[in-house]
Antibody, heavy 123, light 107 residues
Framework: QVQLRESGPGLVKPSGTLSLTCAVS?????????WSWVRQSPGKGLEWIAE???????NYNPSLRSRATISLDKSQNQFSLNLSSVTAADTAIYYC????????????????WGQGTLVTVSS | DIQMTQSPSSLSASVGDRVTITCRAS??????LHWYQQKPGKAPNLLIY???NLQSGVTSRFSGSGYGTDFTLTISSLQPEDFATYYC?????????FGQGTKVEIK
C-alpha cells in the first residue's frame, strides 16, 4: 500500500512562493499512475491543483495554472508543488495524492492521500 | 468547469438508519463520479469509484448508483464510524471538481 507524506513550511508571506514536497513510499513514482496535489480551504472546499506523470507530463487547474508548477524527482521518489504570488486565499490544507492509472478512461481519481499539511499565508 | 451540487448539505441520522446522499453534475459525466469520506482532521478516503464500484477494503454498507448527471451514495445501515463528511467528485474532464460536501451527524 503506497503511503504519501507532505512536507514544507507551514507559514508563507504574502507575495511569496509556497513550496511543498510529497514523499512516496511503498511504491514507485515511476509506476503507471499520475500524482496530484489537492487543497482544502473553508471558503473553496476541495480543489484539485495539478497532476504529473513520471514522464514529466503535467496538467494544471486553469484557475492556478499561471502560478503553479509541479515537478518530480525520481531519484528521491517524490514530487513537488510550487505556488507563486500567494495571498491569504491560498491558505489551506494541502494534500498530495496518488491519482488515476494512465490506462484509466477518466481523469482525477484519488486512490491514496497524504495526511495533509496546513499552509497559512500571513505576514 | 463542471459544477457538482450535493444535497443535503447536512443531515442528522441514527445508528441503523438508511442514509442517501445525492450529487448532481452541471452536465453529463457518464459514470465518472467518485465518492469520498472525510473524518475531522483526516484526509478524504475513497469509498466508491466510477459511480458504483466499491473501493477495495471498504465495507459493503456503502453503495453508489447513477449515470449522466444524477448520482446517489447510500449507507444501508448507519454505524457510529460512518459519521463524517461525504464528497462527490467528477473526473469526466479536467479540472476534476468536488461537491461541497454532506455532513452526516448523530441524531
Amino acid at each position: 500500500q503506497v503511503q504519501l507524506r507532505e512536507s514544507g513550511p507551514g507559514l508563507v508571506k504574502p507575495s511569496g512562493t509556497l513550496s511543498l514536497t510529497c514523499a512516496v513510499s511503498g511504491g514507485s513514482i515511476t509506476s503507471t499512475n499520475w500524482w496530484s496535489w489537492v487543497r482544502q480551504s473553508p471558503g473553496k472546499g476541495l480543489e484539485w491543483i495539478a497532476e504529473i506523470y513520471h514522464t514529466g507530463s503535467a496538467n494544471y487547474n486553469p484557475s492556478l495554472r499561471s502560478r503553479a508548477t509541479i515537478s518530480l524527482d525520481k531519484s528521491q521518489n517524490q514530487f513537488s508543488l510550487n505556488l507563486s504570488s500567494v495571498t491569504a486565499a491560498d491558505t489551506a490544507i494541502y494534500y498530495c495524492a496518488k491519482d488515476r492509472p494512465a490506462t484509466a478512461p477518466f481523469y482525477n481519481w484519488f486512490q491514496s492521500w497524504g495526511q495533509g499539511t496546513l499552509v497559512t499565508v500571513s505576514s | 468547469d463542471i459544477q457538482m451540487t450535493q444535497s443535503p448539505s447536512s443531515l442528522s441520522a441514527s445508528v441503523g438508519d438508511r442514509v442517501t446522499i445525492t450529487c448532481r453534475a452541471s452536465q453529463s459525466i457518464a459514470s465518472y463520479l467518485h465518492w469520498y469520506q472525510q473524518k475531522p482532521g483526516k484526509a478524504p478516503n475513497l469509498l466508491i469509484y466510477a459511480a458504483s464500484n466499491l473501493q477495495s477494503g471498504v465495507t459493503s454498507r456503502f453503495s453508489g448508483s447513477g449515470y449522466g448527471t444524477d448520482f446517489t451514495l447510500t449507507i444501508s445501515s448507519l454505524q457510529p464510524e460512518d459519521f463524517a463528511t461525504y464528497y462527490c467528485q467528477q473526473s469526466y474532464n479536467l479540472p476534476g471538481t468536488f461537491g461541497q460536501g454532506t455532513k452526516v451527524e448523530i441524531k
